[in-house]
C-alpha cells in the first residue's frame, strides 16, 4: 500500500496540540471528565447497513471533554480522544482526534448531541503480506499508514444528577466516519460506522 507524507502527520499533531491547549490552561479547581468507550468498528455505509452490523469488530477509547459555551438548557463541548479498533478482515487502527459538540438537555435527565469531528488515525494490517526478493517470498515489515479521519458524532445520554455539572454520564453514541485516503489506487477513502457505549464521571476533586 502507498505511503502518504508525513507532513499529513504533523499538520494534524500541531492542530491537536492546538486544541489542547484550553485543557491545559484550565485552573486545577476545574477537573475534567475521563470518557470511557467501548465500540464496535464497521466498513459500512452510514444509516443505510443498520445501526448494529455483524461481526463485531471491537475497539475501546479514552478522552475527556470542555465546555466552550454554557446556556440554561445547552452547551457547546470540545473533546479529544484516543482510542483503538482491531478489523480482522481490513485493518488495526490507532487514533487520535478532536470533535466540537452541540448538546440539548432533555426531559427525564435525558441529553443528545449532535457534532463534527477531525482526528489523526494510523492502520496496521492484520494479515500478512510477502513481497519477491533475490526469488523467494519474504515478509513485508509493515510500520503502518496514516490516514485524516472525519467523523459526525450522534450522541444521547442520561444524567444521572441533572442539577450538577458533574453529574456522571451514561451514553450511547452513533458515530459515521470516513477514512481518507484509504487507497488512492483503488479506493479513495472508506465510509465506516462505530456503535459506542460509554460512561463519563470526573475522577478527581
Same mark, same amino acid.
Given at each position: ?102 448538546? &440539548? ?18 492502520? !496496521? ?35 444521572? &444528577? ?8 451514561? !451514553? ?13 489506487? !483503488? ?19
Amino acid at each position: 500500500m502507498k505511503q502518504y507524507p508525513s507532513f499529513l502527520k504533523a499538520l494534524l499533531w500541531a492542530g491537536f496540540l492546538g486544541a489542547a491547549s484550553p485543557v491545559l490552561a484550565q485552573k486545577t479547581s476545574g477537573s475534567l471528565p475521563l470518557r470511557l468507550t467501548l465500540f464496535s468498528e464497521s466498513t459500512s455505509i452510514p444509516f443505510a447497513d443498520g445501526l448494529v452490523t455483524q461481526p463485531l469488530h471491537p475497539g475501546v477509547s479514552l478522552g475527556t471533554e470542555w465546555a466552550l459555551k454554557r446556556r440554561s438548557t445547552s452547551r457547546l463541548v470540545q473533546g479529544l480522544t484516543a482510542g483503538y479498533y482491531h478489523h480482522k478482515e481490513v485493518a488495526q487502527g490507532i487514533f487520535l482526534g478532536t470533535d466540537f459538540r452541540y448538546e &440539548r438537555q432533555l426531559p427525564l435527565s435525558l441529553y443528545a448531541s449532535i457534532g463534527l469531528g477531525i482526528g489523526y488515525l494510523h492502520t !496496521f494490517r492484520t494479515q500478512d503480506e510477502f513481497r519477491l526478493k533475490d526469488g523467494r517470498y519474504v515478509l513485508k515489515k509493515d510500520r503502518g499508514t496514516p490516514h485524516l479521519l472525519l467523523s459526525v458524532p450522534l450522541e444521547i445520554g442520561l444524567r444521572f &444528577r441533572p442539577d450538577s455539572p458533574k453529574s456522571p454520564r451514561l !451514553f450511547v453514541q452513533y458515530q459515521p466516519w470516513i477514512e481518507y485516503p484509504f487507497s488512492p489506487d !483503488f479506493i479513495p477513502l472508506m465510509t465506516h460506522t462505530n456503535l459506542a457505549v460509554g460512561y463519563q464521571f470526573f475522577p478527581f476533586r
